[in-house]
């Protein structure tokens, strides 16, 4: 079980590296809803995995994050 969820933290790290290296090299933009969304899954991998290691700071960070771009990922999509 140790490898799955510490597989979880690390494909949260890549969603999290990738799309703020896309945001960088200007291939995405914070207004994409593809960007909100790599930030989203990476949220829920870590808070996860960090449950699963009882990190309440990962956990907490993570969690309040993953929010963060759920409001991000609202306002994309409806405020058109």
Do not use: P, R
Not at 27 to 51: C, D, E, M, P, R
């Amino acid at each position: 079980m140790k490898v799955f969820f510490e597989s979880l933290g690390w494909l949260g790290t890549f969603c999290f590296l990738w799309s703020y290296f896309m945001l960088i090299q200007g291939k995405w933009q914070a207004t994409q809803k593809i960007f909100h969304w790599y930030n989203i899954i990476g949220s829920v991998l870590f808070v996860i995995n960090g449950l699963y290691y009882s990190a309440w700071a990962v956990v907490f960070i993570n969690f309040v994050w993953g929010i963060i771009t759920c409001y991000g990922l609202y306002k994309t999509t409806f405020s058109k």
